[in-house]
C-alpha cells in the first residue's frame, strides 16, 4: 500500500476516526523505539559470578555401583 493511497483512506474518514488512527501512529511510534532501544548483550557480563568448585568433575559415591 503506498503512502498517497494510505493519506487519501485516512482523509475519507470522519473526524472522530482520524484521532483513533493518530493515537494508533502514536502508539507504533512508541512501540518502534522500545524495540530499537534495546541494548545488545555484553560479552563477559556474568565473569567471575560462578565458580565451581574442587572436584566438580569428581565420580559421585552414589554411583558407584553403576560404574
Same mark, same amino acid.
Given at each position: 500500500?503506498? $503512502?498517497i493511497l %494510505? @493519506? &487519501?483512506r485516512i &482523509?475519507?474518514?470522519p473526524p472522530n476516526l482520524k484521532r483513533e488512527v493518530s493515537d494508533f501512529v502514536e502508539f507504533l511510534e512508541t512501540k518502534k523505539? /522500545? %524495540?530499537s532501544s534495546k /541494548? =545488545?548483550?555484553v560479552f563477559g557480563y556474568a565473569k567471575d559470578s560462578i565458580t565451581i /568448585?574442587? =572436584?566438580? $568433575? $569428581?565420580?559421585l559415591e552414589d554411583f558407584k555401583? @553403576?560404574?
Amino acid at each position: 500500500m503506498t $503512502d498517497i493511497l %494510505i @493519506y &487519501s483512506r485516512i &482523509s475519507n474518514l470522519p473526524p472522530n476516526l482520524k484521532r483513533e488512527v493518530s493515537d494508533f501512529v502514536e502508539f507504533l511510534e512508541t512501540k518502534k523505539t /522500545k %524495540i530499537s532501544s534495546k /541494548k =545488545g548483550r555484553v560479552f563477559g557480563y556474568a565473569k567471575d559470578s560462578i565458580t565451581i /568448585k574442587p =572436584g566438580f $568433575d $569428581d565420580p559421585l559415591e552414589d554411583f558407584k555401583e @553403576y560404574m
